[in-house]
């Protein structure tokens, strides 16, 4: 099983996105030994022509996982790797095989947006990660929250 993890490039300062990826790995294990989930910052070297290795991963991932925010949506790259990954909105499968991660308020994200992305998004329901922003990666809350990721990013990898 491979998921896709798409997120914008701040999101990861403080490695935050690393460490939740991690995390998520160890959990994603239980469920699949081989799991990897691609965060371009970890396969991605120096030297790669990292649009080539994006498209590459984006359609070999099983599953594509957004740190859903404003600021993905206004992102070039975040929104290519949607469209690579779904075929440009027109696999209906792949389309069903997308997390978004609720990170922050997304008001963006309506049924009547003119933007095709935000208006698909809004039909997915999201996992709410809002609250666990700011707990600790040891906290229990955080943790458990991060199972239910897991488990769900299995789910959606089987359909």
Not at 35 to 40: G, L, N, Y
Not at 100 to 114: A, G, I, Y
Request: with cysteine; glycine share 2%.
């Amino acid at each position: 099983m491979r998921t896709f993890i798409s997120y914008t490039r701040e999101k990861d300062k403080f490695e935050a996105v690393s460490q939740f990826r991690e995390r998520l790995e160890v959990e994603l294990h239980f469920y699949d030994s081989e799991a990897v989930i691609f965060q371009d910052r970890e396969f991605i070297q120096g030297g790669d022509h990292f649009p080539d290795v994006l498209a590459e991963e984006c359609r070999k991932a099983d599953v594509l996982m957004i740190y859903l925010t404003p600021s993905w949506l206004q992102r070039e790259w975040c929104r290519r790797e949607f469209e690579l990954f779904t075929n440009n909105m027109t696999d209906a499968a792949r389309l069903k095989r997308v997390l978004p991660l609720l990170t922050v308020e997304t008001p963006q994200v309506s049924r009547d947006s003119d933007d095709p992305i935000a208006r698909h998004l809004a039909y997915i329901h999201h996992m709410d990660i809002r609250e666990l922003r700011h707990l600790r990666y040891d906290d229990p809350v955080k943790l458990k929250y991060i199972a239910e990721v897991a488990e769900r990013l299995y789910q959606l990898a089987q359909t």
